[in-house]
């Protein structure tokens, strides 16, 4: 069964760290792109961040410069860092891979090229 199980979300103050993960199972995630979203209440889901198979990345503007994707495929996992959070960084987090090959013909942070999906983990920026 393909599966994507996001984790390491929480409450943390301005200026704060965290790591979020996303373990796949049921697929290799190194033969695919992955991305990671976020939806704030109110908004649309938006592009975060993005990583190839061949470990090209990706980045939307919110994240240039403070987050950092990356990949150990020896854990079948991809990291999405956090750095230098803001309040408006507050959202339920998502990670997605492109298994069908939407990202060929869609803009890598476009959530509609991703088919399958992780469940989500909160993400609160506040003091």
């Known amino acids: 069964q393909v599966q994507l199980v996001e984790s390491g979300g929480g409450l943390v103050q301005p200026g704060g760290s965290l790591r979020l993960s996303c373990t796949a199972s049921g697929f290799t995630l190194d033969s695919h792109t992955s991305g990671w979203f976020r939806q704030a209440p109110g908004k649309e889901r938006e592009g975060v961040a993005a990583?190839?198979?061949?470990?090209?990345?990706w980045y939307g503007d919110p994240a240039k410069g403070r987050f950092t994707i990356a990949r150990d495929n020896a854990k079948n996992t991809v990291y999405l860092q956090l750095n230098r959070l803001k309040p408006e960084d507050t959202a339920v987090y998502y990670c997605?891979?492109?298994?069908?090959?939407?990202?060929?013909?869609?803009?890598?942070?476009?959530?509609?090229?991703?088919?399958?999906w992780g469940q989500g983990t909160q993400v609160t920026v506040s003091s």
């Open positions: 990583i190839t198979g061949s470990d090209g990345t």
């Open positions: 997605a891979t492109d298994t069908r090959g939407g990202t060929w013909n869609r803009h890598i942070l476009d959530p509609t090229a991703y088919d399958n």
